[in-house]
């Protein structure tokens, strides 16, 4: 049973030699009482012959079978050679045969062609068949080689890697939790760790100086194709560290995956652009810079228009912004329309818009601006003919939100016509820095933390928490690549009176509560706790950009869909009354 060589390996200079291949038969063709078997393994197809050998049980083959031949080396005839493969200029002469499986006919088809049209839930109820696939394939190796260079490089910088647990208290002040019933504590529970957030910062106080894992992570949240339920991260915590050392040290992790596995030089250092003016120029703390379409704030410009929408907004405190959609002044009715239910699902009333077709701006609300306005607009927005531009009146945030969400939007529509070209293999990196500490929760009628209540304020704004929470900055960052948040963290709070300072008096959490679900924690920080900072990445997030897919499903072996199941296992399920009762639960069915 013992192979010799995998199927990618055989070349023209193992002429003559009997080799041992094993693997799934990836087709079978019968050529005038010859039959060739191209037989597949995970790295790759060799062309197997069957002469006067082994012939008539060759022909009872079939695709996806699991087969081990025994044979001998040769030349393909020269019109037979298949350069497009590294066992193109060799077969192998079969002289033995052992057939482990033979296969059903699977449901849908193994090659990426076929398998890409394939329903997604067919295939992930068929799993293991999916992955059989040379792209499924290709990205599970993608992600072990990111995986290797991350652990490669952070045990060159001195860090040790060290595990922590699933099972943690519930602190349900962040996603929703999965809370786990314990047997033998009656009626208490644990939560699965939505992040080693807390273990790490511990790991500080010990003395570790220099932590990292590749963790497991979990949140019962709504999925999407950049969510799963349980995902991967990769979680670092240092002590003795500013923002200046955070940056270079994970521009360096970056810079190692990328050459590890793209064989690519990315420059360093990134970008750094400040919160507010990604959201000014980008509408979104995580901008795709890839191309421009930047919004254009014109709130001085209509804070006396003619256009009362645009003129109470201003008067009331709020922003009327604008971009250039450039070229894309032909869009259809259609199109228009899903874009302003876009815009309404994000708080606006209505998308307003000029097009600039045949030298004539068109737009229901054109009538009502003056010429100062309109020499404005087009002087700062460049317009040319065969443009559209797009405007958003609301409160600052919502404004940038809605042209934000339709910058995306309309830079996919000229995509799809062909005006823009936005290249999944341009890394785009950068770093959004300058969060604010806090923001306003209105529903709860108080401050909420922007990233997490661990994180410390800037040091110069820390005496603003009394007086002006909202104006705080955070020693906070994200890395952004290509529209999508990487990864995120911050400069931690270390001295136990600020961070109860910032749990009571800031975040309104009763001294109680604090006490119950922090207090181990702030324990920890009377013992000496060294100033530290960090950061998780997601892995799978990561991956599936290495790998220029969107859905970071095509990058986990075994994910859940949409509705939060397991198609393959057909899980979650019922379970018995006896489990139920030892773990002290009992189900109670909900009214009809």
């Known amino acids: ?24 038969v990836d087709s ?81 088809p193994l090659d990426d062609a076929g398998g890409d049209k394939v329903n997604e839930d067919l295939r992930l109820t068929y799993r293991y068949l999916d992955l059989r696939r040379p792209k499924m394939r290709k990205n599970l190796q993608v992600r072990h080689r990111a995986a290797k260079s991350v652990r490669d490089y952070f045990d060159a910088q001195g860090f040790y890697e060290i595990e922590t647990p699933a099972l943690f208290k519930s ?86 995956v990328w050459k590890d596995v793209l064989g690519q030089d990315l420059p360093t250092p990134f970008p750094r652009l400040a919160y507010k003016d990604a959201m000014n120029r980008y509408g979104v703390d995580k901008p795709d810079t890839r191309f421009g379409f930047e919004l254009v704030d014109f709130s001085d410009t209509f804070k006396s228009s003619g256009f009362k929408v645009f003129a109470s907004t201003v008067a009331a405190g709020g922003s009327v912004k604008a971009f250039n959609a450039k070229g894309l002044a032909n ?12 815009a309404k699902s994000l708080g606006a009333k209505g998308l307003a818009f000029i097009k600039v077709e045949g030298g004539e701006w068109k737009s229901p609300i054109v009538k009502f601006f003056s010429e100062e306005e309109k020499a404005e607009l087009t002087k700062r927005l460049g317009l040319e003919d065969g443009d559209l531009v797009f405007f958003a009146a609301a409160p600052w945030e919502r404004a940038c939100a809605i042209l934000g969400r339709t910058r995306l939007e309309a830079a996919q529509l000229l995509v799809k016509r062909g005006k823009m070209t936005i290249r999944p293999d341009q890394w785009n990196f950068l770093w959004v820095v300058d969060f604010p500490l806090m923001s306003y929760d209105e ?62 008096d800031v975040l309104k959490i009763p001294a109680d509560v604090v006490a119950t679900r922090f207090g181990y924690m702030l324990k920890a920080f009377t013992y000496g706790a060294p100033p530290h900072g960090g950061m ?57």
């Not at 009394?466 to 001295?495: F, T, W």
């Not at 990058?555 to 030892?582: N, R, Y």
């Open 331 to 342: 869009i259809t009715q259609g199109e228009m329309g899903a874009l302003e239910e876009i």
């Open 1 to 24: 049973m013992k192979r010799t060589h995998h199927c990618a390996q055989l070349t023209s200079t193992h002429l003559n030699a009997i080799v041992f291949l094993a693997g799934w």
């Open 171 to 256: 602190t349900p002040e962040g996603a929703r939790e999965y809370l786990v019933p314990s047997r033998i504590h009656a009626g208490q529970f644990y939560a699965l760790s939505q992040s080693p957030q807390q273990f790490k910062q511990i790991l500080m106080v010990a003395g570790v100086e220099k932590y990292f894992q590749i963790a497991r992570c979990f949140r019962d949240e709504d999925l999407r194709a950049d969510r799963q339920m349980e995902f991967t991260q990769i979680d670092v915590e240092v002590s003795f560290i500013d923002r200046e050392g955070i940056y270079s040290l994970f521009e360096g992790m970056l810079k190692n």
């Open 536 to 592: 998780a990445f997601g892995l799978d997030r990561m991956v599936a950009l290495l790998c220029g897919t969107t859905s970071i499903r095509d990058v986990i072996a075994f994910p859940k869909t949409q509705k939060a199941q397991d198609l393959m296992t057909q899980s979650p399920t019922p379970v018995t009354e006896k489990q139920l009762k030892e773990l002290h639960i009992k189900i109670v069915e909900e009214a009809k």
């Open 28 to 108: 079978v063709r019968d050529h005038g009482g010859i039959i060739f078997v191209d037989l597949r393994d995970r790295e790759g197809v060799t062309q197997i012959k069957f002469d006067a050998n082994c012939r008539a049980e060759a022909a009872l083959l079939k695709a996806e079978s699991v087969i081990g031949i025994t044979g001998k080396v040769e030349l393909r005839p020269a019109a037979m050679m298949n350069k497009n493969i590294p066992t193109g200029e060799i077969e192998i002469d079969a002289s033995a045969l052992e057939v482990h499986n033979i296969s059903d006919t699977p449901p849908f």
């Open 443 to 504: 529903e709860r009628g108080a401050f909420a933390a922007t990233h997490h209540p661990f994180t410390s304020p800037v040091p110069e704004d820390v005496a603003l928490l009394d007086s002006d929470p909202k104006a705080v900055r955070g020693q906070h960052y994200d890395c952004v690549l290509n529209g999508m948040e990487l990864g995120g963290g911050s400069i931690r709070i270390h001295q136990p009176a600020l961070q109860k300072k910032v749990f009571e």
